[in-house]
């Protein structure tokens, strides 16, 4: 059984920019500098965290996550810092849940004790494979000893951890993906992501890819190892409450639940997004995405929000879509109801969501809206076709 979503709640996502270096796959905001100035930084942070709370303080904190970029490469002192202020201005229960990203090596797994000190209490670490040629290719700065090492000592700090894997790489067959999640099962915890490598624009892999230098898995075998995934990983106790992350009951991150489920999030540093609700609109919240302009900003105004705007009906409706359909819970009416006003049936194209229920990629009932396996494999479609 998946584990049962919570419902909306408020989260804090902190940016860390920087990494040692630039993995080919990623296009997320990181970026590679010879030299930080860690004092500036964490000024800086806790500037915009101030800025924010003039709005919001007071509100109950469910999560507080640190993303990046490499987080774990902040000096525990400033980690620590942040967690302070954040207490400051926002209540955190006795479960709050305070994530933070690291790489699985020797010299990170190092500040493990000392990030635990500071308040963290649960740790993602981004294995991405267990195959050394694999790690190789995706530009990873381990190997599969040094990630396993570092699971250990993750497991001695963190009651609660995770880690990434990446499949659908070149060569990856189905055997070979099998033997490696097995391996995986023998040392994760509670919670485990997997993704599908695909080629993102301005990547290096996406020049690499256009040069012929490597081939893509074709979309059958994808598929195929998309359903062995999901087999093996509920047959392990670990079943899919998201697409690409599977938990135990009660295990699953609740920081991205905040996402999936329509919560408000602050997002604070270079880049980063939020979402706040007030008087009854929904507003989207885009912070400077360089990292030095986001500083000399913050510097200058006490924050660096590039963008601040109320969402309408229909980008409130499809962004719903777009991240509740993601969960195997899907979308329960009240909260469809609560956001929108509406019905689901009222709102979505008749037809359309006949057809995706008729075919097997969508089910509706008094619960509320929810993919299928089927759906979920193919969710872009089905988010075409709701989308009317």
């Given at each position: 059984?998946?584990d049962?979503?919570?419902?909306?709640?408020?989260?804090?996502?902190?940016?860390?920019?920087?990494?040692?270096?630039?993995?080919?796959?990623?296009?997320f905001?990181?970026?590679?500098?010879?030299?930080?100035?860690?004092?500036?930084?964490?000024?800086?942070?806790?500037?915009?965290?101030?800025?924010?709370?003039?709005?919001?303080?007071?509100?109950?904190?469910?999560s507080?996550?640190f993303?990046?970029?490499?987080?774990?490469?902040?000096?525990?002192?400033?980690?620590?810092?942040?967690?302070?202020?954040?207490?400051?201005?926002?209540?955190?229960?006795?479960?709050?849940?305070?994530?933070?990203?690291?790489?699985p090596t020797?010299?990170?797994?190092?500040?493990?004790?000392?990030?635990?000190a500071?308040?963290?209490?649960?740790?993602?670490?981004?294995?991405?494979?267990?195959?050394?040629?694999?790690?190789?290719?995706?530009?990873?700065?381990?190997?599969a000893?040094?990630?396993l090492?570092?699971?250990e000592?993750?497991?001695?700090?963190?009651?609660?951890?995770?880690?990434?894997?990446?499949?659908?790489?070149?060569?990856?067959?189905?055997?070979s993906?099998?033997?490696?999640?097995?391996?995986?099962?023998?040392?994760?915890g509670?919670l485990?992501?997997?993704?599908q490598?695909?080629?993102?624009?301005?990547?290096?892999?996406?020049?690499?890819?256009r040069?012929?230098?490597?081939?893509?898995?074709?979309?059958?075998t994808?598929?195929?190892?998309?359903?062995?995934?999901?087999?093996?990983?509920e047959?392990?106790?670990?079943?899919?409450?998201?697409?690409?992350?599977?938990?135990?009951?009660?295990?699953?991150?609740?920081?991205?639940?905040?996402y999936?489920?329509?919560?408000d999030?602050?997002?604070?540093?270079?880049g980063a997004?939020?979402?706040?609700?007030?008087?009854g609109?929904?507003?989207?919240?885009?912070?400077?995405?360089?990292?030095?302009a986001?500083?000399?900003e913050?510097?200058?105004?006490?924050?660096?929000?590039?963008?601040?705007?109320?969402?309408?009906?229909?980008?409130?409706?499809?962004?719903?879509?777009?991240?509740?359909?993601?969960?195997?819970a899907g979308?329960?009416r009240?909260?469809?109801r609560q956001?929108?006003?509406r019905?689901?049936?009222?709102?979505l194209?008749?037809?359309?969501?006949?057809?995706?229920?008729?075919g097997?990629?969508?089910?509706?009932?008094?619960?509320g809206?929810?993919?299928?396996?089927?759906?979920r494999?193919?969710?872009?479609?089905v988010?075409?076709?709701?989308?009317?």
């Open positions: 059984m998946a049962a979503p919570r419902d909306g709640g408020f989260g804090i996502y902190l940016h860390w920019p920087f990494c040692r270096s630039k993995c080919p796959y990623c296009d905001n990181s970026h590679v500098r010879e030299q930080i100035d860690q004092a500036r930084w964490c000024r800086a942070l806790l500037a915009e965290l101030d800025h924010y709370a003039s709005s919001t303080a007071g509100r109950p904190l469910d507080i996550f993303g990046g970029g490499t987080p774990s490469l902040m000096p525990p002192s400033t980690v620590a810092a942040l967690l302070e202020h954040v207490a400051r201005h926002w209540p955190l229960g006795q479960d709050v849940e305070i994530t933070l990203e690291a790489n020797s010299v990170e797994a190092a500040n493990f004790a000392a990030l635990a500071a308040g963290v209490n649960r740790i993602s670490l981004g294995v991405q494979s267990l195959d050394d040629s694999a790690l190789r290719f995706l530009g990873r700065g381990h190997d000893a040094e990630a090492a570092a699971l000592v993750a497991r001695g700090h963190f009651r609660r951890f995770s880690f990434d894997l990446i499949y659908a790489r070149p060569g990856q067959t189905a055997r993906w099998l033997a490696e999640l097995d391996r995986a099962l023998d040392f994760a509670e485990l992501s997997v993704y490598l695909t080629i993102e624009a301005n990547t290096a892999f996406e020049g690499a890819h040069r012929g230098e490597f081939a893509m898995p074709g979309e059958e994808g598929a195929e190892l998309f359903e062995i995934t999901q087999a093996r990983l047959e392990a106790g670990l079943p899919a409450y998201e697409i690409s992350n599977h938990a135990r009951l009660g295990a699953a991150c609740r920081h991205n639940l905040v999936w489920q329509g919560g999030y602050l997002g604070i540093g270079p997004h939020g979402r706040l609700t007030e008087g609109r929904r507003f989207a919240t885009r912070q400077h995405r360089a990292p030095e986001w500083l000399a913050v510097e200058a105004n006490g924050h660096a929000t590039r963008e601040r705007r109320a969402l309408t009906p229909l980008e409130r409706q499809e962004e719903l879509l777009l991240m509740g359909l993601r969960l195997t979308i329960a009240a909260r469809f956001a929108l006003g019905e689901i049936e009222e709102a194209p008749p037809e359309r969501l006949a057809g995706l229920v008729a097997g990629f969508v089910e509706l009932d008094e619960q809206l929810r993919a299928t396996p089927a759906g494999q193919r969710l872009n479609a988010l075409e076709a709701l989308a009317g």
